[in-house]
Each structure stands twice: as structure tokens, then as C-alpha cells.
């Protein structure tokens, strides 16, 4: 990623300062701006999804979600974002046009 990358700009304006507190080690979230803390903690919580496999990370199959979600699966092949929402509009669908067919 190159020093322009958008995503290395949100994380310029932040860091996190590792201490040591009464229960242990800990780490605290130091940003620039209170305004920029959402969006530094959103690019670090991407770094480490990238971190942890960045072939985990997939588009949803539903052609109208925009959304992206990491795959825990264990063999990889989750196709949704949510099981409850994309998957189960899928499966309607899927219902639907073979009743129609033979009906």
C-alpha cells in the first residue's frame, strides 16, 4: 500500500500506546481528533482482518448487498454476510422459481 493509500491517512491521525495497569499489560487508543475515532478504530479493525487472511475476506453473494464479511467457516465457503438475511432471501428465491416452474 502506498503512503497516499487513503487508508494510511485515517491511520496517521491515531496510534495505540501500550501500558501497563494494575490488571496487566494493556493497550489505549490515543487519536489526534475525538472526531477521527471511529473511523481509526474501523482501518485498525481492518488491519487485522488482513492480518488473519486476507482471502477471508469476501464480498456477500447476494447481488444487492453491499456488504463484506469475514469468513470464520471452517472450510472457507460461507457465501453470505448473514444466514439470516442474504442466505434465507436466496433460498426463498430459489423456493419460489421452482414451485413456479412445475406449478
Known amino acids: ?19 501497563m495497569a494494575a490488571e496487566g ?12 475515532l471511529a473511523a ?12 488473519r487472511g486476507r482471502h477471508r475476506i ?3 453473494a447476494n447481488g444487492h448487498c453491499i456488504l463484506h464479511f469475514f469468513d470464520t467457516s471452517q ?8 444466514m439470516a438475511v442474504c442466505g434465507n432471501r436466496a433460498k426463498v428465491s430459489r423456493h419460489y422459481e421452482r414451485t413456479k416452474r412445475t406449478g
Open 40 to 51: 481509526w478504530l474501523a482501518a485498525e479493525d481492518l488491519l487485522q482482518l488482513v492480518e
Open 75 to 82: 472450510n472457507g465457503r460461507r457465501r453470505w454476510c448473514s
Open 1 to 19: 500500500m502506498s503512503p497516499t493509500c487513503p487508508l494510511n491517512e485515517v491511520l496517521s491521525h491515531g496510534r495505540i500506546r501500550r501500558v
Open 25 to 36: 499489560p494493556g493497550a489505549e487508543t490515543e487519536v489526534d481528533d475525538p472526531s477521527r
Open 58 to 60: 469476501r464480498e456477500c
